[in-house]
């Protein structure tokens, strides 16, 4: 529903900033629990969106990002 795609729309602005973002950073920002928001990149955003999602390890934590 609509609030399925707010929450989208807010992961994917996340993802465009210059350092990404981490899944406890989307967590917090859509509410949603780890696996939602693992769920979240590798279906609607990366197979329904088509949007390539890169990740890197810093400082033990994973942080993704949208490759421009």
Known sequence: GLARFRHEH???AA???PK???IA???KLTGWQAHSVRGALA???K???GLVIVSEKRNDERF???EA
């Open 64 to 66: 993704y990002r949208i």
């Open 15 to 17: 993802l465009r900033g």
């Open 25 to 27: 950073n989307l967590m």
């Open 20 to 22: 990404g973002a981490s």
């Open 10 to 12: 807010a992961c994917v």
């Open 43 to 45: 279906g609607a955003l």
């Open 47 to 49: 197979k329904a969106r």
